[in-house]
């Protein structure tokens, strides 16, 4: 994940959960892309803070770091060495290609790419990479990447000999979560989103202004559930509420006012325990930064033998 502040909850159903959930059966390595947070901004002056920020939020989602470690990419060199290796494997026209980079030419209305951003997924081939990652739990605009890191170590692996695994990315059921603003992702850069950090007032207010239904005007109109992104934050934070919900919905029982108020409390309560365990870490941020130094000697060593490996196999014969 980028730092790129505090998380949001299209953060959480996307990616984190499965994280968490991994963690007792993979060996994670939970990776701060902070290089990868220069692509769509130069100015940041807050690559640390937002660091710091974003894994009191894993923290607080249930990320053990002892079982696994959670470190920046910047400090782990090795990153970018295998980086500039990749780079030999892949066409640029393959990377003109990559959806997801159209994607984020539109939403931040860019006029033009820099050359690392059209490298964005070469780093992040290195970055699962220099782990042999085997499985990579993200959201769906990332699949393409992964995509693109199958074939640099295919690529590499026919050149120089089986050393990568070809990763498989693993989805959650809500693996592009819908923005208030009814835009396809809930996105930072679009500012369309419900922090993990906000409280239920700040819920309930962001709440008031999710684009529902259109065509639902009047309280009693007939709504279409599936069209409104309400619904789908029901869908995963009230499930058992949902065939209720949908019924008085479809039948202009429930009006959008009602309905909003109870999807803030239930993602409020949701959110409450991770409120709970990230006050903690606010508290004590020194905790924090004695994670970040572990994991970041414990990815270091990981990431020095798989160098170590592909430099024989290249350099040396
Ligand atoms: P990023 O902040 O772009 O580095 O994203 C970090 C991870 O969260 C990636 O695996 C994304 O696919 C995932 N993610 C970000 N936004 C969403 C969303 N709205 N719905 C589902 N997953 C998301």
Not at 16 to 25: G, P
Not at 72 to 101: D, Y
Not at 141 to 149: A, F, G, L, R, S
């Amino acid at each position: 994940m980028r730092p790129t502040g505090k998380l949001h909850i299209g953060h959480l159903v996307g990616a984190l959960e499965n994280w968490v959930a991994l963690q007792n059966s993979y060996n994670n390595f939970h990776l701060i892309a902070d290089y990868h947070a220069l692509t769509t901004d130069l100015e940041t002056r807050e690559l640390y803070q937002n660091s710091i920020e974003m894994v009191m939020d894993w923290l607080a989602a249930g990320i053990d770091p002892v079982k696994s470690p959670i470190f920046r990419q910047s400090q782990v060199k090795e990153h970018t060495e295998l980086h500039l290796i990749f780079s030999m494997l892949i066409t640029t026209a393959r990377l003109e290609r990559n959806p997801t980079l159209k994607d984020q030419i539109r939403d931040l209305n860019m006029d033009s790419v820099v050359y690392g951003h059209l490298g964005y997924p070469v780093l992040q081939a290195a970055d699962i990479l220099l782990y042999k990652g085997e499985v990579v739990p993200v959201g769906e605009d990332q699949v393409p990447h992964i995509e693109i890191t199958r074939e640099i170590a295919r690529r590499f692996n026919l050149q120089w000999g089986e050393v990568f695994p070809e990763p498989e990315p693993k989805l959650t059921k809500f693996a592009r979560l819908a923005g208030l603003d009814g835009n396809q992702k809930m996105s930072k850069s679009i500012g369309n989103t419900i922090l993990l950090s906000d409280s239920p007032e700040e819920i309930q207010k962001k709440m008031r202004t999710a684009v529902t239904d259109t065509q639902k005007v009047r309280r009693n109109d007939p709504g279409r559930p599936d069209v409104c992104v309400v619904f789908s934050y029901h869908q995963k934070f009230n499930p058992t509420e949902v065939p209720q919900i949908r019924k008085d919905c479809e039948s202009g029982a429930l009006g959008c006012v009602d309905c909003k108020k109870n999807c803030a409390n239930k993602v409020a309560e949701f959110l409450e325990p991770l409120r709970t365990k990230r006050a903690h870490y606010e508290k004590n941020v020194s905790e924090v930064k004695d994670i970040l130094a572990d994991g970041e000697r414990r990815a270091k060593e990981e990431a020095v033998k798989t160098m170590t490996q592909v430099r024989d196999v290249m350099m040396v014969g």
